[in-house]
């Protein structure tokens, strides 16, 4: 009798756990993705005018507008131009660094390798703003280095191709990560077998080792041109000034137009996101459906070709990738945020330390925005990090851990953001509570709850890694002396998996800063945050003090990335002596 109560109870509690995970999910992400297809197929307000009129209204005459708007086909053809092209250079860069550090001799591969994701710290506005101080046509400053030399050559990065250029060295990370994780998972005993027939080095490159690495390339290919896809800093800052137009923009600009076309912003991010869930989709088939097998049972090293002399060649384009992506753009932001004025006549006037001094320093903390907008963004940051992580480990827990019914559903859910962009995100939450009295809109809250939901895929990712390390039969001992569900995550799982829980937070706390996308629709002058000051501070054209707020978000990142490493490796080690 005992027995059959504490099994009703345990699953009432499980039923009840699943309805309000579901719940929380379905506010989180099925709620505003509704509204902004609510939003996108009437000429009505559905959360101002009510559902009941929003309904009677219903048509497809917004997306029959966009799609005959030719400022929208242009808006879309210089997605797929600026995406495509970046991904080119995306997967000649990743590809081509992954096999040096595999599959090669090539010295000091740890630092190649490091240098090779040193782009993924970088926030995309940041970046954007160091190239625009770098290529401007007029002002830049490698055009002033040419001029100084007496060279006629001349670049401009307020361009398409400038655009392309900077997506490509700056999301080869992604294709990076792919590939050197299939190269190093790879027996090489299929490339031996090639070399034996009599096949060249270079022809077994390119004959075997990457057509047998193909779907890891063509997976991290997609992911970067998804992430690019969504990316609004780097096109805001390149293409404003040449008034090139992707679609991230130009939905920006439809709800700053007056009147605000907010019905047409929707329908152009509902599009949006089709695109992007088209691609997640091919992603995920493809990653399922993989049919090259090159991981064998037996223990294998991966194999090092002997470069020769060519090895110093392949170092030093390393360091040259590395000079590109992080000094040249932190000396840009250093010498802008230092200088008093950009006019840089030639080389000499460069190191004149008497155009120097911390006047951009002082006159962005003399704006009172700017203490708040920091403090803005370290609390959304927190509530991110604490609220987000929490959910994630409960979703994470009920998806790897349990066998609950509706368990499915809970993961499908929380997997459907890596198909929305941050700014789609944007603009579906302002859809949702814009016109609630009393609601979120205009409170602090609403930006941490869209940044949970945008990341929530990444976070539940993270995570789930740690879970899959822990050994159930820890959590079965747990049960058999007595502890409950609760008991068992409180003293078992939750101290194992700490590391994993704490990086985690940490890359929530670090995307919700630099998150700039969902930013733009949700805040007000009372919740702005970091990232949208930077942009104002770029569009009112002082670029001195974009420069030195650019600084300040980035060493603050820094520091924050290293105290959580610190945290965690404490936290790892912790774990490691009460296992030891």
């Known amino acids: 009798m005992r027995s059959a109560r504490e099994g009703t109870r345990r699953r009432a509690f499980t039923g009840l756990w699943v309805a309000a995970l579901l719940a929380i999910l379905g506010f989180l992400v099925i709620y505003p993705v509704l509204m902004l297809l609510l939003g996108a197929l009437t000429d009505t307000n559905p959360v101002v005018d009510g559902i009941r009129l929003s309904l009677s209204h219903l048509s497809i005459a917004n997306f029959l507008a966009v799609l005959a708007n030719p400022n929208v086909g242009e808006a879309l053809l210089n997605t797929l131009i600026a995406c495509g092209g970046g991904t080119v250079i995306a997967v000649a860069i990743g590809l081509f660094f992954s096999w040096i550090v595999v599959r090669t001799n090539t010295p000091f591969k740890g630092f190649i390798a490091a240098a090779s994701v040193l782009p993924l710290f970088a926030p995309p506005l940041v970046a954007g703003v160091a190239w625009a101080i770098l290529g401007s046509p007029k002002t830049g400053l490698i055009n002033t280095m040419f001029k100084w030399m007496g060279s006629d050559l001349r670049i401009d990065l307020y361009s398409m191709w400038g655009l392309v250029f900077v997506f490509g ?146 170092f030093a384009l390393g360091v040259v990738y590395l000079i590109i992506v992080v000094v040249l753009p932190s000396l840009a932001l250093i010498v802008a945020a230092f200088r008093k004025f950009m006019f840089i006549r030639d ?62 559903a809970i993961d499908l859910i929380s997997t459907l953001p890596v198909a929305i962009p941050g700014l789609v995100v944007g603009v579906a939450y302002l859809w949702a509570w814009i016109g609630v009295p009393g609601g979120l809109y205009g409170t602090i809250w609403i930006l941490a709850l869209a940044f949970i939901a945008r990341f929530m895929p990444d976070t539940v990712k993270a995570l789930s890694t740690s879970f899959l390390q822990i050994h159930r039969e820890l959590e079965e001992a747990a049960w058999v002396c007595g502890r409950g569900m609760l008991g068992t995550i409180r003293t078992i799982v939750l101290p194992l998996a700490r590391p994993g829980v704490l990086a985690s937070m940490t890359l929530l706390f ?66 490691v002596a009460r296992t030891g």
């Open 347 to 408: 080389a000499a006037s460069l190191f004149d330390m008497r155009q120097y001094s911390l006047t951009h320093f002082e006159s962005i903390f003399d704006n009172p925005l700017t203490m708040k907008s920091i403090y803005n963004a370290i609390e959304v940051g927190v509530i991110t990090a604490v609220v987000g992580g929490a959910l994630a480990f409960a979703i994470g827990y009920t998806i790897h851990r349990t066998r609950v019914a509706g368990r499915g």
């Open 510 to 575: 670090v995307l919700a800063i630099r998150e700039l996308g969902s930013s733009l629709f949700l805040y007000t002058s009372n919740t702005m945050v970091m990232s949208v000051l930077l942009l104002d501070y770029y569009e009112g054209g002082n670029i001195g003090k974009t420069a030195a707020f650019s600084l300040v978000q980035t060493v603050l990142l820094g520091v924050l990335i290293g105290g959580a490493n610190w945290l965690s490796r404490g936290a790892a080690q912790g774990n």
């Open 169 to 314: 060295i700056y999301y080869a990370p992604y294709v990076y990560m792919f590939t050197s994780s299939a190269l190093r998972n790879m027996d090489p005993s299929l490339e031996e077998a090639a070399e034996i027939s009599g096949a060249s080095a270079f022809a077994t490159l390119f004959t075997v080792t990457f057509p047998l690495i193909m779907p890891a390339i063509v997976s991290g290919m997609l992911l970067s041109f998804i992430v690019m896809l969504g990316i609004y800093g780097i096109p805001a800052v390149l293409g404003a000034p040449t008034n090139l137009s992707v679609l991230t923009t130009y939905i920006f600009k439809l709800t700053n137009w007056s009147p605000p076309l907010y019905n047409t912003a929707a329908a152009v991010a509902i599009i949006l996101m089709m695109v992007t869930g088209l691609l997640v989709y091919l992603q995920q088939k493809l990653l399922s459906g993989r049919s090259y097998t090159t991981v064998a049972g037996k223990a294998f090293r991966p194999r090092s070709l002997d470069l020769g002399s060519w090895r110093w060649l392949t």
